[in-house]
Every structure is written in C-alpha cells, then in structure tokens.
C-alpha cells in the first residue's frame, strides 16, 4: 500500500489502519515527517522531495492519494494492473470553483474504462466502523498522532500551520 500525504492528519490514520489490517506500507512525505511515518508502522519511507515516487518501477496493489499532488495518470503508472487507486479529499488544487473535486469526478468517470479499480473515499459515520477503530485505538494498534495544541484564540495561528504543511499528525484546538 501507498500513502501519499502520510505524515499528516489523515495519512497518519491511514498509515497505522493499513498496517494493523496487514498490509505492508510506503508511506510519502517530507524528509521532516519521515520518522513519524516509520514510527506508526511504514515499512518504507519516500521523501518526495528527492524522489519521485511515480518515476519508479514498484508498482502498489492500493495507493491512498491523500496528498493529491500528482497527476491520475502518473500515479496509475505505478498501480498494479488491478489495483486500486483511492483518492481522499480535494486539496483545492481544481481552482476556485471545483476545488480539487475534479480529480475525484475524472477518477469515477475512468473507471469503467480501466483494468484497475479507481475511486474516491468520502467518509461516513458509522457506528459499527467507530467501534471498530475505538477498539484498535483501545489495543494501541491506532494511536493519534499529535503534532500540536492550540488554544481557541490561537486558530488562525493553527489555520496558518495546517495550510503551510508543517503539521506533523493531527492539530488540536482545545476549546
């Protein structure tokens, strides 16, 4: 399994989920993050600032874009035959208007049309998928990663340090 966007909020969950469930995971990040994402269970670690983790031969049975930084058909290229390519969130990378939701509407429409099986992860709560992440939380097997606190007053302090990318895991605001 690939994890873009692994050492953030919704990539470190992604990290520790994918491992608890079996799976062997890359994870991509910054240089920075690269100790955090070892350390909730990435077999391997790629800094995509000195790599491009889609100009290489592996090829991933699933790859969790959550980054959203790479073009569909560059991360095709490194997606087993039939894998499966899951796209989570939008990034505001579509312009002002679609914000990024592009992405997730081309990857529905070339489905049908490929031998790899690609989609979008919009997430629902589920009480029996809450349960079941309580108790891999409650056997440590998923732990939060929390990069920093912020007090109320300090939430456009905390906006500024989730939009420059510096948050290692989840930020908190304590209310």
Partial sequence: VLVTGAGGGVGSFAVQLAVAFGAEVTGVCSGGKA???RSLGAADVIDYTREDVTAGSRRFDVIIDIAGHRPIRRL??????DGRLIIVGSEGHGGRWLQGVDRQLRVMMLSPFVSQRLGTLISAERADDLRYLAELMEAGAVVPAVD????????????????????????????
């Fill in 148 to 175: 920093r606190t912020f007090s109320l007053d300090e939430v456009p302090t905390a906006i500024r340090y989730l939009r420059d990318g510096r948050a290692r895991g989840k930020v908190v605001v304590v209310v």
């Fill in 76 to 81: 095709r290229r490194v997606l087993a035959r």
């Fill in 35 to 37: 100790d955090l994402v």
